[in-house]
Nanobody, 125 residues
Framework: QLQLEESGGGLVQPGGSLRLSCTGSGFNLADYDIGWFRQVPGKEREGVSCIRRRDGRTNYADSAKGRFTIYRDNSKNTVYLQMNSLKPEDTAAYYC??????????????????WGQGTQVTVSS
C-alpha cells in the first residue's frame, strides 16, 4: 500500500528555518512527481512547491519563491522542503502528495492521487 509520511514540522520564530521531510513506504518516491501543499482551517489547500521525477524540474508558489527549496534524496526515499525566512503567514498544516505524472503546473491539489497526513508548522514569536 502506497503511504506518505511528513515530518519536521514544529514551532519556529519568524525568520527561522525548518526542513520538512516526505517519506514514502510501499513505493519508490523517485517514480513519482511530488508536491508540497499547506492548509489553514477554513481555506483551500494551497500548492507550495513540486518536483518532477523525470527531469527534476521544480515549481514554486509566489509565496515560496526565494525562501523555500524542494529537493529529493532518492537514497533515502525522501523529498524535502527546506523553508527559510519563515513568516507568521506560513503557519499551516503542510502535506506532501504524489502523482505518477503531473499534467499541469503541479500546484493544484486535484493533480495528486496520494496524500500524507500532514505536519503542523507554526511560525510565532
Amino acid at each position: 500500500q502506497l503511504q506518505l509520511e511528513e515530518s519536521g514540522g514544529g514551532l519556529v520564530q519568524p525568520g527561522g528555518s525548518l526542513r520538512l521531510s516526505c517519506t514514502g513506504s510501499g513505493f519508490n518516491l523517485a517514480d513519482y512527481d511530488i508536491g508540497w501543499f499547506r492548509q489553514v482551517p477554513g481555506k483551500e489547500r494551497e500548492g507550495v512547491s513540486c518536483i518532477r521525477r523525470r527531469d527534476g524540474r521544480t515549481n514554486y508558489a509566489d509565496s515560496a519563491k526565494g525562501r523555500f527549496t524542494i529537493y529529493r534524496d532518492n537514497s533515502k526515499n525522501t523529498v524535502y522542503l527546506q523553508m527559510n525566512s519563515l513568516k507568521p503567514e506560513d503557519t499551516a498544516a503542510y502535506y506532501c502528495a504524489a502523482a505518477f505524472v503531473l499534467e499541469d503546473y503541479g500546484l493544484g491539489f486535484w493533480e495528486y492521487a496520494y496524500w500524507g497526513q500532514g505536519t503542523q508548522v507554526t511560525v510565532s514569536s
